[in-house]
C-alpha cells in the first residue's frame, strides 16, 4: 500500500552514469517509501528513463555536450559537465524553489560527491544539500590522504613489495596503487580536494553500504567528513537496479538461463564503464571457452578497444563459446545475478556489482580495471574471502583456471560457503531492526527536521 505522503519533497540529482544513477534511484525508491515526493534532476547525456518511475518528477537540464563528442575519458567528462551543468542547475533549482509550494515544501538537495559546484548553488539558495556516495566508505574515506599516498614514494613498485599492504589504506596492496591512480596522477589532487571540501560543508553523508559490511569505516567517515553518516543499502531485494538501466536489457538471458542446471553458469560483466583491448577480450574468450563451464558474458558495445563488439573473435572461436555460452550486449544483472542457474560472477567488482552479488550470495572472480574496484576486490577476496582475485592477470590460462576452481572444486564450495554467511549478515541489515533499515528512519527523521 502507498505509504502517506508527507509533505515534503526532496531533489534528487545524480552524475550521469550507469554506476551513480542505480543507487539514486534506489535512494529515490527508499526515501518515495517514506512519504516523500521526488523529483530527480539530471542531463540530456544519459538521461534517466522517466517512464520507468512514474511516481518521480523528471526535469532535463543542458550539459553542453554535443552529439558526437566520445564520452568514453569519465574523467574528462566530469569535469566537462561540472562546468556545463552549473549554470542551468542553478536555474532550475531557483525554479523550483520558487514554485515550492505551502502544501509541499522541497526539503532538501540529495546529489552525488562527483557534483563540485551544487553545494555552492544550494547554499546560495538556503537549501541543505545531502551527499550520495556510490563507493564503499572505505574508499570514500581515502579521498583526504590520496594525494599524500601518491607522493609517498610507493611508485613505482618493486616486485618484493607488490603485495605489501599500502599503510595509511589497507587493505589496499601497493601493486593496486597505480590502477587507483590511473594516468592521472596530480590532476586529480584539485577535484578530490573539492569533493572532501563540499562534502564537509554539507547536511548528511549517504552510503549505499551497511555495518555488515564496514562498520569501522562508517564511524572514520564521521571523523572525517564531520557530517552525520547514513548507511541505507542494500536494498537491492526491495528495488532492483536493472529498472533504472540505461541500455536495452536483453531479456533473453532468462530463458537461456532456465535452461541451465543449478549453479552451473557463470556470468562475466565488466560494467558500464571499464574497456579492455582486443588482446585482453581473446584471452577471457579462449579462457571461457576452454573452461568448459556455461556462461553468460556480457560485451558491451565499445568496450573492446578498437572494436564495435564481437568481430574480433574469429568463426572458430564463436562455435566454440556458443556450445556452452551465450554473449550479449547488455543484461537484466540483478535478475541474472538472482537467477537460480548463476554460480559464479567474474566482474569488475564496481561497487554495485559487488553489492548486488553479495546481496544474491554469488561468490566472484575478482578482475579490477581501476580506481575503487581495486580496494572493493580486495574485500572481496582478502577479508570477506568469497572470490578469488586474478590480479590483473588477463590470460586465458589463469582465466580457466579461476572460474574452474570457483565453478568444480573445494575451494570453490568454501568460498561458496563463506558467501552464503555474508548474504544472510547483509540480508538482516535491511529488514525491520537492522542497521540499515534503522538508519533509513534516522535519514528519515533528519530530512524531516532539516
Ligand atoms: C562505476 C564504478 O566502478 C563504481 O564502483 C561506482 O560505484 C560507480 O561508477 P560501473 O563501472 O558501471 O560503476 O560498475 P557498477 O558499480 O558495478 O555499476 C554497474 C551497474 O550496471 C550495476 O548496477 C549493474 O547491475 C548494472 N548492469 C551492468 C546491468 O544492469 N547490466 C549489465 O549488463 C551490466
Known amino acids: 500500500m502507498e505509504e502517506k505522503r508527507n509533505g515534503l519533497r526532496v531533489i534528487l540529482f545524480p552524475l550521469p552514469l550507469q554506476g551513480c544513477i542505480n543507487p539514486m534511484i534506489q535512494l529515490a525508491n527508499i526515501l518515495h517509501s517514506r512519504g516523500f515526493s521526488i523529483t530527480v534532476i539530471h542531463t540530456r547525456f544519459n538521461a534517466p528513463k522517466a517512464s520507468s518511475h512514474p511516481l518521480f518528477t523528471f526535469l532535463q537540464i543542458s550539459d553542453g555536450l554535443s552529439e558526437t563528442q566520445t564520452k568514453d575519458d569519465v574523467m574528462s567528462l566530469l569535469a566537462q559537465i561540472n562546468i556545463n551543468a552549473e549554470s542551468p542547475f542553478r536555474d532550475c533549482l531557483r525554479e523550483l524553489l520558487l514554485e515550492s509550494k505551502e502544501s509541499e515544501r522541497v526539503s532538501c538537495l540529495i546529489d552525488d560527491c562527483g557534483w563540485l559546484f551544487t553545494q555552492t548553488v544550494a547554499e546560495s539558495l538556503n537549501l541543505p ?6 563507493f564503499k566508505a572505505t574508499f570514500f574515506n581515502a579521498y583526504p590522504s590520496l594525494p599524500l599516498i601518491r607522493t609517498k614514494g610507493y611508485l613505482p613498485v618493486s616486485d618484493s613489495e607488490a603485495e605489501d599492504s599500502v599503510p595509511e589504506f589497507p ?14 596522477g596530480e590532476k586529480l589532487d584539485p577535484f578530490l580536494h573539492a569533493v572532501v571540501e563540499t562534502t564537509m560543508s554539507s547536511s548528511g553523508l549517504i552510503f549505499m553500504s551497511c555495518e555488515e559490511l564496514e562498520k569501522d569505516s562508517l564511524t572514520i567517515a564521521n571523523e572525517i567528513f564531520e557530517v552525520p553518516i547514513f548507511a541505507i543499502g542494500p536494498f537491492h531485494s526491495y528495488f532492483s537496479a536493472s529498472s533504472s538501466s540505461l541500455f536495452t536489457q536483453d531479456e533473453t538471458c532468462i530463458p537461456w538461463l532456465g535452461n541451465q542446471k543449478d549453479k552451473s553458469v557463470i556470468y562475466v560483466s565488466l ?3 571499464v574497456n579492455i583491448t582486443e588482446t585482453e577480450f581473446l584471452e577471457i574468450a579462449c579462457g571461457l571457452s576452454n573452461s568448459k563451464q556455461s556462461f553468460l558474458w556480457v560485451v558491451r558495445p565499445g568496450s573492446v578497444l578498437g572494436a564495435k563488439w564481437i568481430e574480433p573473435l574469429s568463426e572458430g572461436l564463436v562455435r566454440s563459446l556458443e556450445e556452452k555460452g551465450k554473449i550479449v550486449k547488455w543484461a537484466p544483472q540483478q535478475e541474472v545475478l538472482a537467477h537460480r542457474a548463476i554460480g559464479g560472477f567474474l566482474t569488475h567488482n564496481g561497487w554495485n556489482s559487488t553489492l548486488e552479488s553479495i546481496c544474491e550470495g554469488v561468490p566472484m572472480i575478482c578482475l579490477p580495471g581501476g580506481w575503487d574496484q581495486m580496494l ?7 577479508i570477506w574471502k568469497v572470490g578469488i582475485h586474478l590480479e590483473g592477470r588477463i590470460e586465458q590460462k589463469e582465466i580457466e583456471k579461476a572460474v574452474r576452481m570457483l565453478m568444480e572444486e573445494n575451494e570453490g564450495e568454501k568460498i561458496r560457503e563463506r558467501m552464503k554467511v555474508l548474504k544472510d549478515e547483509v540480508e538482516k541489515s535491511v529488514k525491520l531492526g537492522g542497521s540499515s533499515f534503522q538508519s533509513i528512519e534516522t535519514l528519515a527523521n533528519h530530512i524531516l527536521l532539516l
Open 129 to 134: 544539500r545531502l551527499v550520495l556516495c556510490t
Open 171 to 184: 587493505p589496499l596492496q601497493k601493486r593496486d596503487l597505480s590502477k587507483v591512480f590511473g594516468e592521472f
Open 271 to 273: 560494467g558500464s564503464v
Open 376 to 382: 572493493n576486490s580486495r574485500f572481496v577476496s582478502d
